[in-house]
Nanobody
Framework: EVQLVESGGGLVQAGGSLRLSCAASGLSFDDYAIGWFRQAPGKDREGVSC????????YYADSVKGRFTISSDNAKNTVYLQMNSLKPEDTAVYYC??????????????????WGKGTLVTVSS
C-alpha cells in the first residue's frame, strides 16, 4: 500500500521559513516523480514543485521560484520542501504527490496516482 505522509506545516510570520516533509512508503523514488501542490481556501489547486524520477529534473511554479527548494533523501524515502521568505499568499494546505511524471502535479494538480492528506501552512502578515 502506498502512503504519502506530510508534516512540517504550521503558523509562521511573513518572511519566515518552514520545511515540509513527505515520507513515502510502498513506492520507490526510482519509479515515481514526487511533488507538491497546494490549495488555498476558495482557490484552485496549484502545482508548487516536483522532482522527476527518470530525469531528475526539478520544477517550480513561478510564484515560488527563488524562495522554495525541493530535495529528496532517497535513503529515507522522504522529500522535503524548504520554504523561505514566506508570504501570506503562500497560506494553503500543501499536499505531497507521486506520479510517473511531474506534468500532472505542475499543471492541473489533478489525476496523480497518489497524494497525501496534506499539511496546513499559515503565513500571517
Amino acid at each position: 500500500e502506498v502512503q504519502l505522509v506530510e508534516s512540517g506545516g504550521g503558523l509562521v510570520q511573513a518572511g519566515g521559513s518552514l520545511r515540509l516533509s513527505c515520507a513515502a512508503s510502498g513506492l520507490s523514488f526510482d519509479d515515481y516523480a514526487i511533488g507538491w501542490f497546494r490549495q488555498a481556501p476558495g482557490k484552485d489547486r496549484e502545482g508548487v514543485s516536483c522532482i522527476g524520477s527518470s530525469d531528475g529534473n526539478i520544477y517550480y511554479a513561478d510564484s515560488v521560484k527563488g524562495r522554495f527548494t525541493i530535495s529528496s533523501d532517497n535513503a529515507k524515502n522522504t522529500v522535503y520542501l524548504q520554504m523561505n521568505s514566506l508570504k501570506p499568499e503562500d497560506t494553503a494546505v500543501y499536499y505531497c504527490t507521486a506520479d510517473l511524471f511531474c506534468v500532472a502535479t505542475m499543471t492541473t494538480a489533478t489525476g496523480m496516482d497518489y497524494w497525501g492528506k496534506g499539511t496546513l501552512v499559515t503565513v500571517s502578515s
